[in-house]
């Protein structure tokens, strides 16, 4: 990819740094300095929630502003699961290197307990044993959403025996997990990673976690300013259409695989897992039930989500995210090409919209998406042998830091074991798919 090719032979710091080197466009369009003041109110929103004062929150949307950055990759993980701890510290790199304060990240939570077996955001790896995060049996993990409110959750620990915490180090680390009945399983690890980073990674960068019910609401307010771009485009009503014809034209073709068309615009909250929905006549159903169905138009959608019921696909979480407030996303071994063809789409949604001044800006973006998540991925990955063997979080960063970029990202399995990058490596072999295509024009590489 262009953006590592002048680091991989560099210390893993300078590419940290370079991901979070970014200053806002000195001039953008109406469109793109109103959709950066809903970030910054949201954030200022989430900030204050999470229990910052007044003056600190303001200070965490005025950074993002000046160094739009943020990471979108660990999803909703416990800060110490593997996958999601040596991300945290390649972020922590680079927000050391540019002097800032704030550690935003935007946390998926619409994925179910299991990503696969034994991992996922139900799961930790300590110590070479998987310990079930929650103790919960496998009828109230299969196919559940962890975004659900089907509580209540508690920290358990426990391995495949059913014993809590059964070695020193979980133990240590469950004394160290708020003891509290949460209603669903990501608020939980909300809490917990605000907790644990606090305890472990220092107050010298804060952590600011957004999740899939934080970037709803930022829709909704978009949807309740009739001057936002979002709410002309979702108003009109033959508009409507055009995302989901474009994502099955993607999918019937060399691109397919990377923007899914599981759904419509938004999930519908069920009581225990997320429900995809249909454009159909002027609505957004459920396929399998009458009884779930809500009017596509502004007024009703916020309504809506402001009620917890909706939660937005990939495509409308970095549109409002990324896409339209120019913000930079850190993201893992797929985002380098579903980012750039999330931003296509949106292209088409503004070409049809005919704002000019918006598509000026989606050209001038530099690296709008780089490589973020699991850049840093040791041999060993195990945070808790890593942090005792070297003293400490600071003491890793500098460890780590000083590994070449090719060192430390490992043997890049996520790249070479996935099936969607196979595909792209034969499309690009038999040119079905070009650095020219219509689908990477708004790249911003």
Same mark, same amino acid.
């Given at each position: ?52 004062? #007044? ?64 991992? =996922? ?88 976690? #957004? ?14 300013d009739p001057t936002s771009w979002l709410y002309e485009f979702f108003i009109a009503e033959r508009h409507a259409a055009v995302l989901p014809d474009a994502i099955d034209r993607l999918n019937a073709g060399p691109w397919r695989g990377w923007v899914r068309s599981t759904t419509d615009y938004f999930w519908y909250v069920g009581p225990e897992r997320v429900l995809p929905l249909v454009l159909d006549d002027g609505n957004l159903r459920d396929v399998a039930s009458t009884d779930v169905m809500v009017k596509f138009a502004p007024d009703k959608i916020a309504s ?67 490589? =973020? ?29 000083? #590994? ?42």
């Open positions: 990819m262009p953006s590592i090719e002048p680091y991989w032979k560099k210390p893993l710091r300078n590419y940290a740094a370079a991901a979070y080197d970014l200053r806002r466009q000195t001039t953008s369009s109406f469109v793109r300095d109103q959709a950066m003041l809903l970030v910054r109110s949201m954030v200022e929103r989430v900030a204050q929630k999470a229990g910052f004062g #007044l003056d600190d929150a303001r200070s965490a949307s005025l950074e993002l502003t000046a160094s739009p950055v943020l990471q979108t990759g660990p999803h909703t993980l416990l800060l110490f699961e593997p996958d999601a701890f040596y991300t945290h510290l390649f972020s922590l790199m680079g927000l050391q290197s540019s002097g800032r304060r704030w550690h935003v990240t935007y946390a998926g939570s619409t994925m179910s307990f299991k990503e696969s077996a034994k991992k =996922g955001p139900g799961w930790l790896k300590m110590e070479g044993e998987v310990l079930n995060l929650f103790g919960l049996p496998r009828s109230r993990m299969d196919g559940r959403s962890i975004c659900c409110s089907d509580g209540p959750y508690q920290f358990a620990l426990s391995n495949s025996a059913g014993v809590e915490a059964p070695t020193g180090a979980a133990k240590r680390l469950l004394e160290e997990l708020p003891p509290t009945l949460f209603p669903s399983a990501s608020e939980a690890i909300k809490v917990a990673n605000a907790k644990l980073w606090s305890s472990h990674f220092g107050r010298s960068v804060n952590l600011l976690q #957004l999740d899939d019910f934080d970037v709803a609401g930022l829709i909704a307010d978009h949807l309740e809506a989500i402001r009620d917890r019921k909706l939660l937005p696909t990939l495509f409308l979480a970095f549109l409002v995210l990324s896409i339209l407030p120019g913000i930079r996303a850190l993201g893992g071994c797929r985002q380098p090409v579903y980012l750039p063809v999330l931003r296509y789409l949106a292209a088409l949604c503004v070409e049809r919209s005919g704002d000019g001044d918006l598509l000026n800006d989606l050209r001038q973006d530099n690296y709008p998406g780089m490589w =973020g998540h699991r850049v840093l991925r040791p041999s060993a990955g195990d945070p808790f042998h890593d942090i005792n063997g070297s003293g400490g979080i600071l003491a890793l960063v500098e460890d780590y830091g000083s #590994l070449p970029l090719f060192e430390a990202s490992g043997d890049l399995t996520s790249f070479t074991g996935d099936t969607l990058w196979s595909e792209m490596s034969k499309h690009l072999a038999s040119g079905e798919i070009k650095v020219s295509a219509a689908e990477w024009k708004w790249s911003g590489v």
